[in-house]
């Protein structure tokens, strides 16, 4: 790959960056094949920390068609292949689509090749943090990557916008409370943030399954799929266990790992009704203050 100069972690990016763990567990799966969560600083580049950045990259338009992209990350690298760039924004900067205004229609219809690599005493220090910060500082990485390789230039704004709040229906949760591990009975459930499993069959039926979750973290799983910001109005605050299977709007859904190629099934409730049915709470329509990632200027990646 040829060198394209240094691209340094960001410790502003002029946007405030807030990637709850549900985010990191959807597109890290469905787009990374990786989770990622925000809370380490960047580090300065001295002797005994070195600066972490992406020594060479590449961002190449992607000519072979599909419709699906894949990742690989080793120790010292980062590839993907054909994926669109809006996609890789949402991922990077946690933010979901109907959160990025301004974006011009190629960065979500084009797919690219990206393959980055860093030097080898930065990948050694980064095998030196804890999972999360190493985590972390991966997906700082991509931000910094993409900042400097579209020449992008953003700012964030709250807008009022319409949104969901999730409240308990009028016959109750039907939430159960997560439960010990039989395989160790004694260690504490902990929380480390939900396990989102998203699976479809076809066009059939979405199927979450979801561990150690609580009111909030519902809240933006379900965000992912109702196109909207959702608030947890719930008041819950033990953590459950669950699994929800509704027919998607595929317009507004987020993109799944589907298998097979069965019809769609017109007897599956729609996600406001699985809600309210299987969980025994509710999606009340409304507006509310939304924080958006306004793209001012964007150019196509020149391809080295």
Request: hydrophobic fraction near 40%; aromatic fraction near 6%.
């Given at each position: ?6 691209f ?5 990016l002029?946007?405030k ?22 809370g380490a ?14 020594d ?13 992209y ?13 994926v669109p760039?809006?996609?890789l ?19 979500a219809?084009?797919r ?14 980064l ?15 991509l931000?910094?990557?993409i ?8 700012h ?8 969901f709040s ?8 039907k ?5 010990v ?46 196109g ?19 027919m998607p ?6 993109p799944?790992?589907s298998?097979?190629s069965s019809a769609?099934?017109p ?25 958006v ?7 196509r990646p020149?391809g080295?």
């Amino acid at each position: 790959m040829p060198a394209s100069g240094r691209f340094f972690v960001v410790a502003s990016l002029g946007f405030k960056v807030a990637l709850k763990p549900l985010y990191a567990t959807l597109f890290g799966a469905v787009l990374l094949g990786t989770t990622a969560s925000v809370g380490a600083q960047s580090q300065s580049g001295t002797a005994s920390a070195p600066v972490f950045e992406y020594d060479v990259a590449s961002i190449k338009l992607n000519k072979l068609g599909g419709a699906s992209y894949g990742s690989h990350t080793t120790l010292d690298s980062y590839s993907i292949t054909n994926v669109p760039l809006q996609a890789l924004i949402q991922f990077a900067f946690g933010i979901q689509n109907y959160q990025v205004v301004g974006a011009p229609d190629w960065l979500a219809s084009e797919r690219y090749d990206i393959e980055a690599k860093m030097e080898p005493d930065v990948a050694d220090a980064l095998q030196k943090l804890s999972l999360d910060d190493r985590r972390d500082m991966r997906q700082r990485m991509l931000q910094a990557l993409i900042l400097d390789r579209l020449q992008m230039k953003i700012h964030h704004e709250t807008r009022e916008l319409p949104v969901f709040s999730l409240v308990i229906a009028k016959n109750g949760s039907k939430l159960q409370e997560s439960k010990v591990d039989p395989a160790n009975p004694s260690a504490p459930i902990g929380r480390g943030g939900p396990s989102v499993r998203t699976s479809r069959n076809g066009s059939g039926p979405i199927t979450l399954t979801v561990l150690r979750c609580v009111g909030s973290d519902l809240a933006g799983v379900l965000a992912t799929h109702v196109g909207r910001v959702v608030l947890d109005k719930t008041g819950l605050t033990a953590m459950y266990d669950f699994t929800l299977q509704f027919m998607p709007d595929d317009a507004s859904s987020a993109p799944v790992a589907s298998s097979g190629s069965s019809a769609a099934d017109p007897t599956a409730p729609s996600i406001f009704t699985a809600v309210q049915e299987q969980l025994g709470l509710k999606l009340e329509s409304g507006k509310g203050p939304v924080e958006v990632m306004v793209i001012d200027h964007v150019e196509r990646p020149s391809g080295n």
